[in-house]
């Protein structure tokens, strides 16, 4: 079962929604609300399937910058007692991700990015990145994740959903959440 709650860290009210109790925790950041944000089913597989402890995380309904959302991430791992983790989002949610794991790198298992904003955000040293990018997408199209790549070669990698556009995690849910569950070898 779901449980959606709201953190109010620094007057930003912030949804959040909390999935299973596995050993393995990921936390994804999502571009907007959290209701039709794509990810829930995603989420909801991961948890249910493949045994997953999942955070989903939504932007505040004020305008957040990045330095914001991360503090929001920040606040609500805090709130929930989740030391470390894998995080990652789609979009701007990886963006918001990729800030997190450079800012707080002691509490990032590695990333999960689900298709890449060309943003001058470097990848934190040291952990592992899956970088998940669709065919198709002219919003964050596949350069965007092989230029991310080449900055890390020896560390991160691309998994490819074929045919899919922008909203792959809404139109192959199934798809994308069994590519994270095989690259974190669980289940």
Do not use: C
């Not at 929001?72 to 918001?96: F, N, P, R, S, Y």
């Amino acid at each position: 079962m779901t449980q959606m709650s709201i953190l109010d860290p620094a007057g930003r009210a912030v949804p959040y929604a909390v999935e299973g109790d596995g050993p393995v925790s990921l936390v994804l950041i999502s571009e907007r609300e959290l209701e039709g944000d794509g990810l829930g089913v995603v989420a909801h597989y991961l948890a249910e399937e493949a045994g997953f402890h999942l955070v989903r995380i939504a932007a505040s309904g004020a305008s957040s910058s990045v330095d914001e959302r991360v503090a929001d991430v920040l606040a609500i791992l805090d709130e929930i007692g989740l030391d470390d983790t894998w995080i990652g989002g789609h979009g701007a949610g990886g963006t918001v991700a990729r800030a997190f794991a450079s800012a707080h790198p002691d509490r990032v298992n590695g990333l999960a990015l689900l298709g890449v904003e060309d943003v001058d955000v470097p990848l934190a040293p040291a952990i592992p990145v899956l970088i998940v990018q669709a065919t198709a997408d002219d919003v964050t199209p596949v350069a965007n994740a092989e230029a991310l790549q080449a900055t890390a070669p020896e560390r991160a990698s691309i998994k490819i959903v074929d045919g899919a556009d922008h909203l792959f995690p809404v139109t192959h849910p199934i798809e994308t959440a069994v590519i994270l569950e095989e690259y974190l070898d669980w289940d």
